[in-house]
């Protein structure tokens, strides 16, 4: 069974760093795209960034410059290293995986900036 637990939210002041990280039960190469999701108070779950099996990135514009995803196949992990946090990236955070037509869901983390 397919499995993500991702940690590393929190609390931060505006303009202050997080860093998430997911981390799966299968080895991540074998999910056609990994990346992360967010949903604010009151609004749908939205596109962070994602990655694909072969490395391309897909940003949201509104994190471009500030966000940068990675992985690591060796700790079955991706990342999302978040600088110059601003109020309005206060969120959940879910970790996301696909393998063809099957998508996966971690927990969600939370992510709070306060000004």
């Known amino acids: 069974q397919v499995q993500l637990v991702e940690s590393g939210g929190g609390l931060v002041q505006s303009g202050g760093s997080l860093r998430l990280s997911c981390t799966a039960s299968?080895?991540?190469?074998?999910?056609?795209?990994m990346g992360w999701y967010r949903q604010a108070p009151g609004k749908q779950r939205e596109l962070v960034a994602t990655i694909n099996v072969g490395g391309r990135i897909n940003e949201v514009d509104s994190v471009k410059g500030r966000f940068t995803i990675s992985r690591d196949g060796a700790e079955k992990s991706v990342y999302l290293q978040m600088s110059s946090l601003k109020p309005e990236d206060t969120a959940v955070y879910y970790c996301?995986?696909?393998?063809?037509?099957?998508?996966?869901w971690g927990q969600g983390t939370q992510v709070t900036v306060f000004s």
């Open positions: 299968i080895n991540i190469f074998e999910f056609n795209v």
């Open positions: 996301y995986a696909a393998i063809l037509s099957r998508n996966y």
